[in-house]
C-alpha cells in the first residue's frame, strides 16, 4: 500500500511539472506572438546625413524640427523621433496619455516636473542624458544651444497643455 502511495504521489507530482511547464510555454509563445507583432517589418539604417527634418507638428511651440526616424507617432504602435529646437527653446508644462522616453543626442535639455514652468526647478541633462516620463506627468523644457533629442514612445503620441493658453494651436492666427 505505501508503494501504491508513493507512486501514486509521484505521478501527481509529474502531471503537475507537466502542467506548469506547458503554461510556461504557452505564455512565452503569447508574449513572443505579441513581440513580433510589435516589431518592425524590416531593418531600417540611417546616418545623421540621412534624417529628413521638417517643421515640428503644430503642437509643439514654432522653432523646432522633427525627424521620424522609425514608426508613425500619430498612429498606435512604436515610434522614435528626433527634435531638433534652438538655444532658449521652451515647451511649457504638459502631459502625454503615453509614456515618453528622451534621450539628448546634442546640447543641453533642461527639464522640470510639474505644472508650472519654473527653470530654477529643472534638471540639467547633457549629452547622453535620458529621462521617462510617465503617461499623465506634468513636465516643462526648455534647451541651451541648439538641443537634439531622440524620444521614443507607443503611439499615438499626443500633448495636452496644463494651461490651454499656451497651446501653440489655440493661438489666434
Known amino acids: ?19 506548469v511547464a506547458e ?4 505564455s512565452k509563445a503569447s508574449t513572443k506572438g505579441k513581440a513580433e507583432a510589435a516589431a518592425p517589418a524590416e531593418h531600417k539604417l540611417l546616418n545623421p546625413s540621412e534624417l529628413q527634418w521638417g517643421a515640428a507638428p ?33 515647451i511649457m508644462p504638459h502631459t502625454h496619455p503615453t509614456a515618453e522616453h528622451v534621450t539628448v543626442i546634442s546640447g543641453t535639455l533642461r527639464l522640470g516636473m510639474g505644472e508650472k514652468f519654473d527653470e530654477t526647478a529643472a534638471r540639467e541633462l547633457p549629452v547622453g542624458g535620458f529621462a521617462v516620463l510617465p503617461a499623465g506627468m506634468a513636465h516643462f523644457a526648455a534647451t541651451t544651444g541648439e538641443t537634439i533629442v531622440q524620444i521614443h514612445g507607443q503611439g499615438p503620441f499626443k500633448i495636452k497643455y496644463v494651461n490651454p493658453a499656451d497651446d501653440p494651436r489655440n493661438a489666434k492666427k
Open 1 to 19: 500500500m505505501n508503494k501504491n502511495l508513493t507512486l501514486t504521489g509521484l505521478v501527481l507530482a509529474l502531471l503537475a511539472l507537466v502542467a
Open 23 to 26: 503554461e510556461k510555454e504557452t
Open 58 to 90: 503644430a503642437g509643439l511651440p514654432a522653432g523646432s524640427q522633427l525627424a521620424v526616424l522609425e514608426g508613425d507617432p500619430t498612429k498606435s504602435g512604436p515610434f522614435t523621433v528626433r527634435m531638433k529646437s534652438p538655444d532658449g527653446y521652451k
